[in-house]
């Protein structure tokens, strides 16, 4: 009988580190919520809908960006002007200050969710009572607003805005993966399902199959990182 070829000692400790990195995991799903404080739509879609991957699972592989500035306008000498008025715009830097002090959106979540809950609400007046209620510290929120820097996060994300192409057409305008979702955007749980390129978490049972055809097979007919662990795993099984 003919004895079995050895693999390469050299060659199992690389085989073995593929299967163990990140990319076996699935890369995160970008989404981007541009968005302004005051807006019925993006406060019903924050509280009613976005918040739902922070209670299935869903935020777990996603990578999420709020923008608050939507459809303001910045004049030639710098002034900002709110859709909603004075008020949307203090909100706005408030809510970017918050989002800058506290990168995660595991932490800076919480306190945009509370202070759009008020806007549905019409209490948004009371939305310093989002400090006690998410346990979030005053004091840098409003220095960072006072001190001037709430404006020019105001600044870089009416930038932002302006620079999307194609422009968004309304507020809220929800972008996964660079693709924009438009009148669609309530949908989007079923396009980061969609997106993701690792093991399915359980919120995505069904939801994947929502979106349509064409969604479907821009993922192409890549091979899933875990399968591919999986088949590296079995050639490593069959040399030994």
């Not at 002034?79 to 800076?108: F, Y």
């Not at 409003?142 to 600044?155: A, F, H, M, P, T």
Request: proline share 7%; net charge negative; aromatic share 10%.
């Amino acid at each position: 009988m003919a004895s079995r070829p050895h693999l390469p000692q050299f060659l199992i400790p690389f085989l073995a580190l593929l299967c163990l990195a990140p990319s076996c995991a699935g890369r995160r799903v970008s989404v981007a919520v541009y968005y302004e404080a005051l807006c019925p739509f993006c406060s019903s879609y924050v509280v009613n809908d976005l918040a739902r991957i922070f209670q299935n699972g869903l935020s777990s592989i996603v990578d999420l960006r709020l923008v608050p500035f939507g459809n303001g306008r910045v004049s030639p000498d710098g002034s900002m002007t709110c859709q909603h008025g004075e008020d949307e715009c203090r909100l706005n830097a408030i809510e970017a200050c918050v989002i800058k002090l506290w990168p995660d959106a595991e932490h800076h979540f919480p306190f945009i969710y509370c202070t759009e809950h008020l806007a549905l609400t019409q209490k948004w007046r009371a939305w310093e009572s989002c400090f006690h209620e998410t346990g979030l510290a005053s004091q840098p929120v409003i220095d960072c607003y006072n001190s001037g820097s709430g404006r020019q996060l105001e600044l870089q994300n009416a930038a932002e805005t302006f620079a999307l192409q194609p422009p968004n057409q309304f507020v809220p305008w929800v972008v996964v993966n660079g693709r924009p979702l438009g009148d669609d955007y309530t949908n989007f749980e079923a396009y980061i399902c969609s997106a993701y390129d690792g093991e399915l978490p359980v919120a995505c049972r069904g939801k994947h199959l929502a979106i349509t055809q064409h969604t479907k097979a821009s993922r192409g007919d890549k091979r899933n990182p875990r399968e591919l662990a999986i088949v590296l795993a079995l050639c490593i099984a069959l040399w030994f």
